[in-house]
């Protein structure tokens, strides 16, 4: 009760504040901050997985347009999708490195975390316009 | 302030309640993960870390690839 009572909080702050980018997931940040909470290093390596994934979809879906030779209607993503491809990659590495060298992620250390999270929720999400993901119903 | 100050502010309140009560779900189902994978116990290896770096590389090669390819389409 503490809790919800505490995210609550945050995010009538969040609102009376109208502050730029207060997201779900920098609220969740700023709670795991206030908590010290620390994210596993398999738990961040399952993250750095799952952008690898998509990355990889992201290829398919690439390879897919090269194949039929198509630039435009479903294939019009391609430059999006690379681009989004490339900053997970990049939010990745990040994360990667600071396991290599601490182990555990506290959250709200360099943003690694948030900013891998976030990558693969932006890449996920072109990646559903273009139809090659398809979230799962329960996410 | 006036009644039709409070009467506005009342309004807006009311409007935003949907909107507010499912970004407090949402937020308190996202909080409570996080929570939950943060009790998970579990420390990867560096030889993990290490075989995810390996598959990283190949993949970006191959997305690279296939985006030389893609951007050479428009050219053609």
């Given at each position: 009760m503490k809790l919800f009572k505490l995210v609550a909080g945050l995010a009538m702050a969040c609102l009376l504040l109208?502050?730029?980018?207060?997201?779900t997931t920098g609220l969740v940040s700023a709670v795991g901050q206030a908590t010290g909470v620390t994210i596993p290093s398999s738990k961040a390596l399952a993250v750095a997985d799952s952008l690898r994934t998509a990355e990889d979809l992201a290829t398919t879906y690439l390879s897919g347009c090269v194949a039929a030779k198509?630039?435009?209607?479903?294939?019009?993503?391609g430059d999006t999708v690379y681009n989004d491809a490339k900053a997970a990659n990049i939010a990745r590495d990040n994360l990667l490195a600071f396991i290599s060298q601490h182990g555990d992620v506290p959250l709200g250390a360099g943003g690694v975390y948030d900013a891998a999270t976030t990558a693969l929720s932006t890449l996920q999400s072109v990646l559903t316009q273009t139809g090659v993901y398809k979230p799962a119903a329960n996410s | 302030m006036n009644s039709t100050t409070i009467t506005a502010i009342i309004n807006l309140v009311t409007a935003l309640l949907p909107t507010l009560e499912a970004g407090a779900v949402t937020l308190y189902a996202d909080v409570k993960q996080l929570l939950a994978d943060a009790n998970a116990s579990g420390a990867a290896t560096p030889d993990q870390v290490s075989q995810v770096q390996a598959l990283d590389a190949a993949s970006d090669a191959a997305l690279e690839k296939a985006h030389a390819a893609y951007a050479a389409l428009a050219t053609n």
């Open positions: 109208s502050v730029a980018g207060c997201t198509s630039h435009t209607g479903a294939c019009a993503y | -």
